[in-house]
């Protein structure tokens, strides 16, 4: 079929119905296309080309270093103990999926006050994140936290959750697991919601239980949602920021410091944008290795 647009009096544009819908479709997507360009594919293409000089992100002159900025970035010790400390932060965020499931599947079944008990898990999720960090600065700290109070008044020495090297990454993680956990919990009931109930009539039907539903209707069915939520888990682990710069500034001695960290220092303490931008283009190399190895190994059987 052939339609007519007017432009103007007198002037008359004939086309196909086809070919006006694919015009009408690029033209509403132009404006975002043009936004894509402008906030995400060019300040990328510009960071990658920064990350070849050795500008200080002061001056305007700077020089073209090559992959020099790269080489230090490996042979650096304390970039592989930021990545280091972030592999705590993704283990972490397993271990959340892991409870996110056990509560959306006790939430989910006829609870007494199971609203109250979802609202009460989301709740941390909707605090600043900041306000999260100055709260468990209190919790944690040494001489008048509540945890070392408890502690000291069942007869133990107080913990250092903050001041000791091998535990503090471990606390820093624990405040993401309080606060991200009912986020991951909402989208897993969510995904159980979408589920055709048919499947688990027919499945009694025949006589399983609740695990063989569980292991072989639910966990297929969410697949896509598990995929989502181990995803954000790993960007979101190598990207741990807020807890370690507010709580602990990376210490004690920088055993606190997260990828994401130590980059920002390397731009605003050391003037070193070149370096930084090195670094957060290897960090976005690792999250796509890491989340298409991810993607195969739950997808594998597809």
């Keep these: 079929m052939v339609g007519t647009i007017k432009l103007k009096k007198g002037w008359y544009i004939k086309m196909t119905y086809r070919t006006q819908k694919k015009l009408l479709l690029g033209t509403f997507l132009l404006l975002p296309l043009m936004l894509m360009g402008l906030f995400f594919i060019y300040p990328f293409l510009r960071l990658f080309y920064m990350s070849f000089t050795d500008w200080d992100g002061i001056m305007p002159q700077y020089s073209f270093v090559g992959i020099d900025n790269y080489i230090e970035v490996f042979r650096t010790p304390d970039v592989w103990i930021s990545l280091r400390n972030n592999v705590i932060y993704i283990v972490n965020g397993v271990l959340q999926n892991i409870i996110a499931l056990l509560f959306a599947v006790l939430l989910t079944s006829k609870t007494r006050a199971r609203n109250f008990y979802k609202a009460s898990i989301f709740l941390p999720f909707i605090i600043n994140s900041a306000a999260v960090a100055f709260m468990f600065t209190f919790i944690f700290d040494f001489e008048r936290g509540?945890?070392?109070?408890?502690?000291?008044?069942?007869?133990?020495?107080?913990?250092?959750?903050?001041?000791?090297?091998?535990?503090?990454?471990?606390?820093?993680?624990?405040?993401?697991?309080?606060?991200?956990?009912?986020?991951?919990?909402?989208?897993?009931?969510?995904?159980?919601?979408?589920?055709?109930?048919?499947?688990?009539?027919?499945?009694?039907?025949?006589?399983?239980?609740?695990?063989?539903?569980?292991?072989?209707?639910?966990?297929?069915?969410?697949?896509?949602?598990?995929?989502?939520?181990?995803?954000?888990?790993?960007?979101?682990?190598?990207?741990?920021?807020?807890?370690?710069?507010?709580?602990?500034?990376?210490?004690?001695?920088?055993?606190?410091?997260?990828?994401?960290?130590?980059?920002?220092?390397?731009?605003?303490?050391?003037?070193?944008?070149?370096?930084?931008?090195?670094?957060?283009?290897?960090?976005?190399?690792?999250?796509?290795?890491?989340?298409?190895?991810?993607?195969?190994?739950?997808?594998?059987?597809?």
């Design 146 to 302: 509540p945890v070392n109070a408890v502690i000291t008044a069942l007869g133990a020495k107080p913990v250092s959750f903050l001041g000791n090297v091998s535990i503090v990454n471990f606390s820093l993680a624990g405040i993401s697991l309080w606060r991200y956990t009912g986020y991951t919990m909402i989208l897993y009931i969510a995904a159980f919601q979408s589920i055709n109930p048919d499947l688990y009539e027919s499945s009694m039907i025949d006589g399983a239980g609740a695990w063989q539903n569980f292991i072989y209707i639910t966990l297929p069915e969410i697949k896509t949602i598990v995929e989502l939520n181990l995803f954000l888990t790993l960007s979101g682990g190598l990207q741990a920021f807020v807890e370690p710069f507010i709580v602990t500034k990376g210490g004690p001695v920088n055993a606190s410091n997260t990828f994401v960290l130590y980059t920002i220092n390397a731009f605003t303490q050391f003037n070193r944008y070149g370096f930084a931008a090195a670094l957060s283009v290897i960090l976005l190399v690792i999250v796509l290795i890491l989340s298409g190895v991810q993607k195969k190994l739950i997808f594998r059987g597809d």
